[in-house]
């Protein structure tokens, strides 16, 4: 909200951490009403929380697809619309990346995913656009 009040030009894309950990639904909620792509930084939370790829329910959805839960990871955000910037140097991690558009998670799955959110960043700072919204007289 404040990148739009104070500045002439409105950005076309705004670049927070994104993860199954904290999926920022509501800046994605509030840069969408302004037109800004959300781009997700750090899909995999940096390694921070690898337990949560060894989840029964995640390693459930990865095999009926014959993909890895990273995979599944970076599907589902696709699926929500976040460009996505995984970060490898190592060839098969980046074509395992790429590997993430021939199937479609359903809505269960999503819902599944969705319930990983904690709405905690765990390497960026916190984001709070309503606060920042109420604040600019946005919302009352």
């Not at 599907?75 to 479609?104: T, W, Y």
């Amino acid at each position: 909200v404040d990148l739009v009040k104070f500045n002439r030009i409105v950005p076309a894309v705004n670049q927070i951490e994104t993860n199954l950990i904290s999926q920022q639904r509501e800046c994605r909620e509030w840069m969408h009403r302004y037109g800004i792509a959300h781009m997700g930084y750090s899909p995999f939370a940096r390694d921070k929380m690898p337990q949560l790829y060894e989840d029964s329910s995640l390693e459930a959805i990865a095999a009926k697809y014959g993909k890895s839960p990273r995979q599944i990871t970076l599907r589902f955000l696709h699926q929500e619309g976040v460009i996505l910037i995984p970060k490898s140097v190592h060839d098969e991690r980046i074509a395992e990346n790429l590997d993430i558009f021939d199937f479609s998670l359903t809505g269960r799955e999503v819902d599944i995913l969705r319930s990983f959110d904690r709405n905690t960043p765990l390497t960026g700072a916190v984001q709070n656009p309503s606060r920042v919204a109420k604040i600019l007289g946005e919302i009352h």
